[in-house]
């Protein structure tokens, strides 16, 4: 039952930190936590515990796959959120740092829900529990940022509530006697009905696809991501949107059980290749360096997508892919941020000269990039490149071909906004605003150990992890 | 035995219609309100025997969308002084008129999806599309917060209603999940519109525009 802490340590903090009445000492609790979960999430996955069949939350392979890369996510935003929080002195963050820590355990017990709709239940939590965290900035464009994600959002996750119905009747349709736990459902594979199913897969992807901002679903997310404190986007951009695509593998898995997992191959493929190529089309137009971030995103989840429908090493990737994920754009998000807070502007036409001002994130935001548009020696190259190969394995050379464009496009879009922002004279407004904002070891060393660790999940994978993509890979798709 | 339930569903149905004509904030609040009673005593004429759990969702349910939603709304409504949506992005005729045919068309696509024996009589999936229909059409066509806050209820109570479909096999532990979340959706959704309202000064949702490419 180690397992379940996971989701009651956070959320205890989160409770003992709304009653803690003072607001110097409260962002304490944030690394506190983290590392308690971070210390279990990791050896939970050094000595996996055994999933019970029926259980309906659990530390099975895919979680295991996946939930440490959060964990570790969370821990370096944490960290950050300390001296953040100390910047912010000015606002309360009795709000904030609850809605922050039940995010956490919310996220832990979406990772671990083997059931239907326990799954939902925990990713509708995470999305309301983050809305808090989006408008802490109390700006009108932070309200307008949250209403366009919980309208968006909302309606998305209500058509996965519906999707989640569908495949239930799908079940009962088919005989079933009500479980609703995902290996009940693939126990029952073929005799699911297959119309049922097709319904439950289009409204269960339009829906988890929305909160991981696949396109043409991720209309919220430049907003959101552009509006939010950087922490926040690092914490949306690398955890929350991992929760929804564990949702869609668990949910394809079912699918595939049932028969169909040609259909869902296709319909993974199309919005992963749609979703890169918005993205790379966005960035080329972007102006504003936090939501070229968002647009960053949708390209990486759209990576992610492919790797799944290509299935087998394409799927493996696709584990190792949300691991680079998490690390590279936590330091991206983590040093847009201290940009933004010592540039006071947001688009290339305001900012500009930054390795003058805060030399140290330049540095780091540069070193990003490169890892974030897959240049090696970092994890992402690694992860894509094993994409690509799959790709040509099985006779998706076009897909690799027209992915291959639309990655290049990005990395043409990124590195606009980006040097446009780091070189150049620094401008006036930049010089004369915040003088309180220190590049401290605070505030630095967090993306640094992410961006670190994004290096070192590409020179040397851990055979631990490897271990757990591919036993992840073989409980998604079981070889008869 | 399904003839009191199909006459619920069909009264559901048919506020939608109200729903979709009407300008009156009020009006649409109310309409929300009635459906969202509605709702909730059907599992009643569902259920053979009256458990206490049973009774206790439908409580649950009547009190949540039927009283504690609705006059959150109204009381958004008062602060906003606002009565009527005017420009809606879809005019009145026209989104009755696709609402008339989303539901011709809910029940031609519900008459072709495979069914349960016990479900072959029944309105249930057929209310259900033209329900969600219907609140996808309030979100998109409509620019005041409020009036798309009443869309998304309405969209839920058609996804309430394909839910009775599994009523007997769902665990009630899920089903108290579910509709606790979307509780405190709707409570979140209210207290953003809220603070709209006084950062913009409007609830009209065609003023945030701030945040585009």
Known sequence: MKELLLIFVPLLAAGLAALWPYNRTRPWFLPAAALAHALLAFGLLLQPPAAPFHAWLGYDPLTRAMLPAVSLLFLCCAAYGVPYLRLRAERSNRVFVPAFLAALGLMSAAHMARHLGVLWIATEAVTLSSVPLLHFNNTPRAFEATWKYLLVGGTGIALSLLGSFCLGYASLHGGGTGDLTFTGLMAQGAGLSRPWVLIAWVLLLVGYGTKMGLAPMHTWKPDAYGEAPGIVGAMLAGGVTTVAFTAVLRVRAVVEAAGAGVVASRTLLVIGLFSTLVAALFLLSARDFKRMLAYSSVEHMGILSLGAALGGVGLWAAFFHVWNNSMTKGSLFLSAGNIRRAAGGRTIDEVSGMSVITPRSAALFVTGLFAVTACPPFGPFFSELLIVKSAFATAHGWAAGFFLACLLLAFFGLTRVVFAIVYGRPRQAARELDPRFRETLAVILPPVVLLLLSLWLGLATPDVLREAWTAAVQQLSPTP | ?213
Request: charged share 15%; aromatic share 4%; with cysteine.
């Open chain 2, 1 to 213: 035995m399904n003839h009191p339930l199909n006459l619920l569903i069909g009264l559901a149905m048919g506020l939608n219609l109200v729903a979709l004509g009407t300008s009156r904030v009020p009006t649409l609040i109310r309409v929300a309100a009635v459906q969202g009673m509605i709702l909730g005593i059907m599992p009643l004429v569902i259920e053979h025997e009256w458990r206490v759990t049973v009774l206790l969702v439908a409580a649950a349910t009547v009190a949540m969308k039927g009283v504690v939603i609705p006059s959150l709304l109204r009381r958004a409504m008062r602060t906003a002084n606002i009565d009527r949506d005017l420009d809606p992005l879809i005019g009145f005729l026209p989104s009755l008129l696709l609402g008339a045919a989303g539901m011709v068309g809910a029940v031609v696509l519900a008459r072709r999806l495979p069914l349960l024996p016990e479900h072959h009589e029944s309105l249930l999936v057929a209310g259900s599309l033209a329900s969600v229909f219907t609140g996808l059409l309030l979100l998109i066509g409509r620019s005041k917060a409020i009036s798309q806050v009443c869309g998304y209820l309405i969209l839920e109570n058609g996804i309430y209603l394909f839910g009775l479909l599994l009523i007997q096999s769902v665990p009630l532990m899920v089903e108290g999940g579910i509709l606790l979340d979307l509780t405190v959706a709707v409570f979140v959704i209210g207290i953003i519109a809220d603070r709209i309202q006084r950062a913009f000064d409007t609830l009209d949702t065609r003023k945030l525009t701030v945040l585009r490419e």
